[in-house]
């Protein structure tokens, strides 16, 4: 059994904590909070940030690595995962080479995480997708991709994964209309950069021709661009199915923690009743 709870995903900030229940360790995807948010955050949930063990991160980007953790993170004990391809960029943001695991393919955290990888398109250096899996209970993780292709497909395809996080960044119409210079806008939908509310769906539609997922959480999503109203009526015009297996991550809120394994996937309580945005 695992559980997660994304405690803030979008262009300000990224991190969502992974546990098991009854363990007093934990691990983070991504720490795109400041050491301070993720301190109070695992307080919170009644953890010591000395029980974070493990980061794992998919780029550099600030948004998904604060710039605070490079002068903050002697006082920590995790240790930072990151993709060969990204070492120099995490280095230079100040982080200590010694508090670095490099990875370029799967590895084990302790004796019963496996996580699985894969280096998905996004700007230069690529982003990094995950499966993350202890025992019978699997959760993938995708986001910052610019499109999601065969290799893609096919990892979390073979994976059937019981929670699948996907990046849901914009709204089609709503990025072409934006004011936004050409320039970006052609970043983010250029196959490099972020993936729609459309292609979205195409991906977690691809994945549950396999084995359907128990929970659907959408991730990063466009302040600007984008909005629960178009998303609602594309799920339900779409993937009518699914929809009501769907959860929308805050920018701002923490959401309910999420129970997975091969029997249960559910939220819970959550701490907050706004930070659950179903759609």
Known sequence: MMQLEVLASGSRGNSALIRSPGER??????????????????????????????????????????????KAIGSWNFTLHVHHTHVARVERSGIPRDRISVFDGAFTLGEDTHVRTALGPHDVHGSVSYIVRRGDAVIGWATDLGRFGDELQA?????????????????????????????????????????????????????????????????????????????RALWSERASHLADRMIVASQHEPMPPIMVGSRVCSVATPLTNRGLHPI
């Open 25 to 70: 360790r934990c691990m983070l995807i991504d720490a795109g909070l400041s050491p301070r948010r993720t301190r109070h955050a695992l307080q919170d949930r009644d953890h010591s940030h000395q029980e974070l063990t493990d980061v794992l991160i998919t780029h550099s980007d600030g948004d998904h690595l604060h710039a605070g953790w490079a």
């Open 155 to 231: 990892f979390f395809s073979d994976a059937c994964p019981h929670v699948f996080a996907i990046e849901s960044n914009y709204d089609r119409a709503m990025q072409l209309m934006s004011d936004r210079p050409e320039f970006l806008i052609d970043r983010i939908m250029g196959g490099a950069g972020h993936l729609s509310n459309d292609e979205a769906i195409d991906a977690v539609l691809h994945v549950s021709k396999h084995t359907e997922p128990h929970t659907i959480v959408l991730l990063h999503r466009s302040e600007q661009c984008n909005c629960p109203q178009r998303i």
